[in-house]
């Protein structure tokens, strides 16, 4: 007899969220903050002989969760049917580089990390006087922008609980994407992209391209805690899992690079030599080649010119020789097949922390996608394991 996976439960869905940006905003970790969730839902089906439920605070459970904003209207009628989000604070590019330094899956209970570690970038890397920030130490712990919400799941009947990977999405909100393309336009930003084009309307499509990219660069974690209930198998399912949901084929998204953190054409250099940064090991080899004496200014801090007289990193020599750590993230499909909040046929219930955040080495993250809205539906289901 073999095992099957049966889908045997509806899901959770995240509603629409929709994520307006400022226009005061640099690509990377280098901007204020920008990114705001306008609208987070997260709902439960309800099934009699599951009886799925959440929470925010392991107390009070209900099939509903919503994110307040200060349009909320707090009624006795929502509050008898759901539980408030915590709140979110506008969103910036952080990272989960370096995630070794407190993920450790194989160490004592006691040992193991309760919340993920998201950095932020080096701040005045100028001062910094070196052309190696390759260690943890120059990414500092970001302590907001991103959501981190701890939640608790819980069932009659155990089971476990995963992904839904057909209703779970990111897309651009093309409407309020083309109001702001037309804004930029109006105003004149970003006229390198559309300088040979005469039609308006043509030049609103390119800068609404551009915009609608910012969902290729937004990431989900999921970190399975403990059963609640305690015992020597609490932590049986811990695991940490991030999930890209617009990964494309062969996409590959490294922790380290060069990077034009001044945005000022070059890419940044101490001492004659290009500056390399994130999780990268031992140290790169250079190219000798002139370089340019033209800036090439852009609206993203990975694409620069390399400065004349300056030594230029071999990236391509790191990453063959593998010294650039890679994220380890999962398409939705492959999120659905490895997560597993698994629940036991009591009372107790059992915790994760979801999070929600722009990954900054991600290089679609870029000055311009992050003035755009998007929408995003999230969505967990019920799945038993049945013998065949």
Known sequence: MKSRTKIALASILVGLVAVATSLSTLAWFNGSSSLMISNFNITLADR??????????????????????????????????????????????????????????????????LLPVFRRNVTNPGNLQTDLCTSASYFPEANAGFLRQELYFKSDAGGDVTIDSEKTKVVPDSDKNLEKARKIVDVGLYQELYSNIEDYNQKVEIIKSHLDEVTKSM?????????????????????????????????????????????????????????????????????????????????????????????????????????????????LSEAEDAVRIGLGQSSS??????????????????????????????AFKFASALDE
């Open 219 to 331: 990431r989900f974690s999921i970190l399975v805690l403990n059963d609640m209930g305690g015992g020597e198998n609490a932590f049986k399912d811990y695991a940490y899992t991030i999930i890209d949901p617009n990964k494309e084929d062969g996409e590959i998204t490294y922790y380290g690079g060069i990077l034009d953190n001044y945005m000022d054409g070059y890419y940044d250099s101490y001492n004659g030599k290009e500056v390399l940064y994130g999780e990268v090991s031992g140290s790169p080899s250079y190219l000798s080649n002139s370089g340019s004496n033209e800036p090439n200014i852009t609206y993203s801090t990975f694409d620069a010119n390399h400065k004349a007289g300056v030594e230029q990193v071999d990236m391509e020599s790191l990453k063959r020789n593998n010294q650039i750590a890679i994220e380890d993230s999962k398409t």
């Open 349 to 378: 219930s059992k915790k994760i922390v979801l999070s929600f955040y722009l990954e900054g080495w991600d290089k679609d993250n870029t000055n311009l996608s992050m003035y755009a809205h998007f929408k995003v539906d999230l």
């Open 48 to 113: 009699s002989d599951r009886n799925l439920l959440i929470s925010t605070d392991n107390e009070h459970f209900y099939q509903t969760l919503y994110m307040r904003d200060e349009n909320t209207v707090e009624s006795e009628e929502k509050n008898n049917i759901g539980q408030y989000l915590s709140d979110v604070s506008p969103f910036r590019a952080v990272s989960t580089m370096f995630q070794g330094e407190w993920y450790k899956p194989n160490a004592n209970d006691d040992e193991k990390a």
